[in-house]
Nanobody, 125 residues
Framework: QLQLVESGGGLVQPVGSLRLSCAAS????????IGWFRQAPGKGREGVSCVSSSDGSTYYADSVKGRFTISRDNAKNTVYLQMNSLKPEDTAVYFC??????????????????WGQGTQVTVSS
């Protein structure tokens, strides 16, 4: 069974940090670009960041640039999203997704084949 599982969400104070993980099972991430998306209550799904399968290219939404860092460890079949300097507006359910793509990445949800169930991130004092 092909599955993506996110973990690492939780409650954090403003300017705090969290690291989200996206672990794959049932398939290898080697040939997949991985994207992180988020959805806040009452809002649409927003692309946050993505990383390519092979050439190391990454993308960040303007709203998180300089604060979030995406990385992947293919040996562990896992992708990470390090989130620093968190703001209340970062509060959302965060999803990871996999797109079969041999180079580059795009941050449009329709491109992604597999999705995790999401992990809640709440930034509040």
């Amino acid at each position: 069974q092909l599955q993506l599982v996110e973990s690492g969400g939780g409650l954090v104070q403003p300017v705090g940090s969290l690291r989200l993980s996206c672990a794959a099972s049932g398939f290898t991430l080697d040939y997949y670009a991985i994207g992180w998306f988020r959805q806040a209550p009452g809002k649409g799904r927003e692309g946050v960041s993505c990383v390519s399968s092979s050439d190391g290219s990454t993308y960040y939404a303007d709203s998180v640039k300089g604060r979030f860092t995406i990385s992947r460890d293919n040996a562990k079949n896992t992708v990470y999203l390090q989130m620093n300097s968190l703001k209340p507006e970062d509060t959302a359910v965060y999803f990871c997704a996999a797109d079969y793509r041999l180079s580059g990445c795009i941050i449009r949800a329709v491109a992604y084949d597999y999705w995790g169930q999401g992990t809640q991130v709440t930034v509040s004092s």
